[in-house]
């Protein structure tokens, strides 16, 4: 990995520092490498993207020359920027991350879009709805859903007492009073009836997993990514708890990895759901599965 020498680079403007930064993680081969060394530097420097640009001629001490250094070699380590910095956006709410938590990702927005919709569809999005989280993480889905649907009440789970620690925590950073949090594989802790049950499960099978991007078999933790020997254990898991807990006309939305359209398909009719075509993400790929309990 190549070194940062800061004593070597201590009379560098702002400015300078991050066109360097720039230039060694676009010659390493990462993406978005002016974004990058801005985040980076402006969190080493504690300013924000005006701040960061009106300081761009003022020279960098000893001190924030180590700090730079030291991203840097993270970094260049393939650590995502999000972990570095310990918070990523998602539904354009802040959420804090740890080594318990997967880094929230744009794909999974289409889930909240997908159940939205549903919703909207419905006319439910003024009702008291009762909605779960199965597999929360940092909360991402339970919070985005808690920021449009007020009325609604959400429980999150989460077999992470440490994910759901983050979960909380962005709960009360963000003041939402409607969610809460229980430790369980999935559903078993649960009792229905939920008029939306939402899941972003583990769904990488075991033997995929090393040969990942770095950024995702080195950090991201194994219990939020291994889905069993074919990534569709988790899926089963929800196939035999989620009808039970569903209202009639209540609806299951799971976010599938590449290729699971078919079999996750299967084993949510298979289990007596009505299952609609899949929601692309962004990139054309089927993200989204929404099954409903009939009524």
């Known amino acids: 990995m190549p070194r940062v020498d800061a004593a070597a680079v201590e009379s560098r403007t702002v400015a300078q520092a991050r066109r360097s930064l720039a230039g060694q993680l676009h010659d390493a081969g990462l993406e978005s490498p002016d ?46 920027v999000a972990r570095i910095i310990g918070h990523k956006e998602f539904w354009s709410l802040p959420l804090r991350i740890d080594t318990a938590t997967l880094v929230p990702r744009p794909e999974s927005e289409t889930i909240v879009e997908a159940a939205l919709a549903a ?35 959400i429980v999150g789970t989460d077999l992470s007492f440490r994910a759901l620690v983050v979960a909380r925590d962005n709960a009360r950073l963000l003041g939402f009073g409607n969610l809460s949090f229980a430790a369980c594989n999935m559903a078993e802790a649960l009792r229905g009836p939920f008029d939306l049950i939402v899941s972003n499960p583990p769904y990488i099978a075991s033997g995929d997993i090393a040969a990942l991007a770095p950024d995702v078999s ?3 933790p194994r219990l939020a990514l291994d889905g069993g ?3 569709l254990d988790a899926y089963r898991a929800i196939a035999a708890g ?3 807990l569903l209202a009639p006309g209540g609806l299951l939305i799971v976010e599938l990895g590449i290729g699971q359209a078919e079999p996750v398909t299967a ?3 298979e289990a007596g759901l009505a299952v609609s075509p899949p929601r692309p993400d962004l990139n054309r ?3 989204a ?4 309990k009939r009524a």
Do not use: C, K
């Open 35 to 80: 974004l990058d060394a801005r985040i980076l530097i402006g969190h080493a420097l504690g300013l924000d993207h005006a701040a960061l640009a009106a300081a761009g001629a003022r020279h960098l001490g000893a001190d924030e020359e180590a700090a730079i250094a030291a991203l840097v070699r993270r970094r260049l380590g393939r650590e995502p």
């Open 119 to 153: 919703i909207d569809d419905r006319g439910w999005r003024a009702r008291p709805l009762r909605i779960a989280d199965l597999g929360t993480g940092s909360g991402a889905l339970a919070l985005a859903l808690s920021s449009e649907l007020p009325n609604a009440t």
């Open 218 to 220: 080195d950090f991201d």
């Open 229 to 231: 020997r074919d990534g």
């Open 242 to 244: 989620a009808p039970a």
């Open 267 to 269: 084993l949510l009719a």
């Open 285 to 287: 790929v089927p993200r």
């Open 289 to 292: 599965l929404t099954a409903e």
